[in-house]
């Protein structure tokens, strides 16, 4: 389930999924900006033959040993420019060369633009493969808005073109001159890409009395030069892609691609705490005045929350927000930052992101609980505590817990600096529980605003006890190999979630496909009898699970003996390479995996031999398995407890040494012999 939207400044993405990386000329999200927008490509014609920019040219002209990249950046060029009257413009340049025909999706030039952000001019040239040159005519650019189902109406706009000669062996080249909105007072450099970059350049041009702070990300600070007064010139060569292609287990791209962020303003910056605490009391100071709520507010949230204690309070308004105000988006210049009145999201009972944190705000605000907002980014290690930014796409909530109040129910805790305990949740997630925390938020940063005492905190990763997959099932094993049985599968709290998604946006007859594709992974044929979910809607209870399957052949057959797999279904070894590991480990989650099967074998036969125990300790989970013979019934039994949600790259041959266990636990056979 995605609950979270993601809307870039300008660009679009590399392809439609656009989840793998960046391309050239995509503006980086700022915090509470929810949308994702697609872009249909068209065929054009240019002029033939012009003369180029010498900058194009010079780029053009570059060479090097790209090895099987599918495209090169030959050029990424920005250039921020800010006025004595304070107004900021940034202009962009990029030459991009194709190298195979997959790097086309690198060659496509946007430009965006909106109400506040006016896109002043637009240029597309290319060179193809036979060195034929083309300039694109105004005529030839196509405009499109965004284009998302869960944004009502959002101002933002894009120009872009589909130049020709983005072929291998082509260079695409495009800039685009922007006039920034008056509010931004920070500008975002991406300048690596999945694909290698050979020059990278950034400068800022800025008028007297301003002053500029850099700050950086997955890579060393570079001094930037100065050529007069008021410019910076930072420049970066031969940068690597950062190509997750096949990597299993990999972070975000977003968390481990290099960036820049270039804070502005008309005063010295701050650096550090500092510099995050500012950037929070900005945007503290833009939203409280938005969760100002009236009389029905006040009304609804004393009725949601009950007059029980403080859990019950919050879980009756975590209640209401999941399940009675829909996330849908409506952002307008500054609107994509800043929300909507509370009233006014209470009334149209839709919201997004940040429009559901703010009534939320307002409602526990109503029964006497403090609330406020963490800017986060739905991709784990995005946000990075060294590196202070307004650099994300998601808002949730952080509700002040009373001084010694305690609740088992409540996991998701963090203390700030100030000693106040707080409670993280995420409102946009209709099948996560009030006490715990989706489980791609958890274990990264965010921003917790307190006006002057905004700080960035780390959420906090869940007791693996609460995040748990319980599977029991009771087999009979018939001497042709059949297996029949009944299974029944619980799943608590976040572990829950993804499955109560899929059963609210499904039919019956896609639920029981849901069930048949789980059981493809363990049975070659199979038919699954009945199946039923229990407490799909009710967030208090945990989520049940059952259903019959019969399996012919389950057991093989080898003359007077029978194989069978004790471990009958539930797969959860990871798939591996043998690869040298240079990124970090990722998990979806922490978790316990509990199995506790009874097979009964058929009349006849006896136990001949069964698996060896397992048990692995490796420090961030714990495997242990065992395989018992009680009468006529195998019992199988293991746990699987995983505790960190993240990995260092050099923890990879330990982790190898778990899934080998695990997978091998998941194939052995007890044999069964003919009496």
């Not at 970059?197 to 800025?206: P, R």
């Not at 791209?253 to 009391?281: C, K, N, T, Y």
Request: hydrophobic content about 40%; charged content about 25%; overall charge negative.
């Amino acid at each position: 389930m995605q609950s979270t939207r993601l809307r870039p400044k300008s660009g679009m993405p590399r392809n439609l999924s656009s989840s793998a990386g960046a391309r050239p000329g995509l503006r980086p999200s700022r915090f509470w900006s929810c949308a994702l927008f697609l872009l249909a490509a068209a065929a054009a014609r240019a002029s033939s033959n012009p003369s180029l920019p010498d900058w194009v040219m010079r780029a053009a002209s570059g060479t090097g040993n790209w090895g099987d990249a599918k495209a090169v950046i030959l050029l990424n060029d920005h250039l921020l420019t800010i006025n004595a009257d304070g107004k900021a413009v940034m202009r962009e340049r990029y030459v991009v060369k194709v190298l195979r025909p997959e790097g086309r999706d690198y060659a496509l030039p946007v430009a965006g633009f909106s109400k506040d952000e006016k896109l002043l001019s637009f240029h597309v040239w290319s060179i193809g493969p036979d060195g034929h040159r083309y300039a694109m005519k105004d005529s030839e650019y196509i405009e499109r808005g965004v284009n998302d189902p869960s944004m009502l109406y959002v101002d933002e706009r894009f120009k872009y073109a589909v130049p020709p000669g983005a072929d291998s062996g082509g260079v695409i080249a495009w800039e685009d001159e922007e006039q920034l909105p008056s509010y931004d007072n920070e500008d975002f450099w991406s300048f690596q890409d999945v694909v290698p970059t050979v020059k990278a350049v950034y400068e800022a041009d800025l008028a007297p009395g301003w002053y500029q702070r850099a700050v950086w990300f997955r890579h060393d600070a570079v001094q930037p030069a100065t050529p007069g007064p008021g410019q910076f010139r930072w420049e970066l060569d031969n940068l690597p892609g950062v190509d997750l292609e096949d990597i299993p287990l990999h972070p975000a791209w977003g968390a481990l691609a290099g960036r820049m962020s270039v804070h502005f303003g008309q005063a010295e910056i701050p650096s550090g705490d500092a510099l995050w605490a500012q950037i929070g009391d900005w945007y503290d100071k833009l939203e409280s005045p938005e969760s100002e709520g009236g009389a029905d507010i006040i009304t609804a949230a004393r009725s949601a929350a009950g007059g029980g204690d403080f859990f019950s309070k919050i879980s009756g308004i975590a209640n209401f927000m999941q399940q009675q105000i829909r996330y849908v988006g409506i952002e307008i210049g500054i609107g994509g930052q800043q929300a909507h009145p509370a009233e006014q999201i209470f009334q149209k009972r839709y919201g997004d992101c940040k429009d559901k944190v703010t009534l939320m705000i307002a409602m526990l605000d109503a029964v006497g609980i403090r609330a406020t907002w963490v800017a986060v980014d739905h991709r784990r290690g995005v946000v990075d505590p060294g590196t202070p930014s307004a650099y994300g796409d998601h808002m949730i909530a952080a509700i002040e817990i009373p001084a010694g109040y305690s609740d088992p129910r409540l996991q998701a805790i963090v203390t700030a600096k100030t000693g106040k305990r707080y409670l993280i949740f995420d409102p946009t997630d209709q099948y996560v529980p009030i006490g715990e925390l989706p489980g791609n938020e958890q274990g990264g940063y965010g921003l917790l605003m307190a006006g002057t005492d905004s700080q960035v905190i780390q959420l906090p990763v869940l007791n693996p006890d609460a995040v748990k997959i319980e599977r029991t099932a009771k087999f009979q094993l018939i001497p042709d190999g059949t297996l029949t049985g009944d299974v029944t599968v619980t799943r608590y709290g976040v572990a829950a979630e993804p499955v109560r998604f899929q059963l609210a946006m499904s039919s019956a007859l896609e639920q029981r496909q849901m069930v048949e594709h789980w059981l493809q992974q363990d049975f070659s044929t199979f038919t699954l009898g009945t199946e039923k979910a229990l407490n799909a809607s009710d967030l208090d209870k945990p989520l049940e699970l059952e259903y019959s399957v019969t399996a012919p052949v389950y057991a093989k057959g080898a003359g007077t003996l029978l194989l069978v797999r004790p471990r009958v279904f539930g797969t959860d070894a990871q798939g591996l390479d043998d690869k040298p590991r240079h990124v970090p480990i990722s998990f979806s989650d922490v978790g316990t995996w509990d199995d506790d099967f009874d097979l009964k074998i058929p009349p006849g036969y006896t136990v001949d031999d069964l698996p060896d125990p397992v048990n692995v300790d490796v420090g961030f989970a714990t495997y242990h398995s065992e395989v018992k013979a009680q009468g006529d019934v195998l019992h199988y039994r293991r746990e699987y407890v995983l505790k960190k949600v993240t990995l260092d790259p050099g923890d990879y041959p330990i982790l190898h040494k778990l899934e080998s266990a695990i997978a091998t636990d998941e194939n052995s056979d007890a044999v069964l012999k003919k009496q």
